[in-house]
């Protein structure tokens, strides 16, 4: 069983920033990626980042020169969210993708205005 845990996320003011963290768990052979994605109310789950093994990063065009994807060696990605906007807001969820993809419960982000 694999688990993974966000935090992080929190109310923050628009312009400002926030940390987010995926600590995965549990009986893990390999994690080839890990990402993270946001659902805002009434919308779909979009991709906003994701990381390789190998230290390839991808990046929604919305976020692209704000937010920095990052892993370490023990199975944690991290989000760093700079210059948010109120559109930022949203439920992130972060995932990993091993022998079968896993999700994490959801972190909230609110940025005011």
């Known amino acids: 069983q694999v688990q993974l845990v966000e935090s992080g996320g929190g109310l923050v003011q628009a312009g400002g920033s926030l940390r987010l963290s995926c600590a995965a768990s549990?009986?893990?052979?390999?994690?080839?990626?890990m990402g993270w994605y946001r659902q805002a109310p009434g919308k779909e789950r979009d991709l906003v980042a994701t990381i390789t093994s190998g230290g390839t990063t991808n990046y929604a065009d919305s976020v692209k020169g704000r937010f920095l994807i990052s892993s370490d060696a023990e199975n944690t990605a991290y989000l760093q969210m700079n210059s948010l906007k109120p559109e930022d807001t949203a439920v992130y969820y972060c995932?990993?993708?091993?022998?079968?993809?896993?999700w994490g419960q959801g972190t909230q982000v609110t940025v005011s205005s």
């Open positions: 549990g009986i893990i052979l390999r994690i080839n990626r």
């Open positions: 995932n990993a993708l091993g022998w079968r993809l896993w």
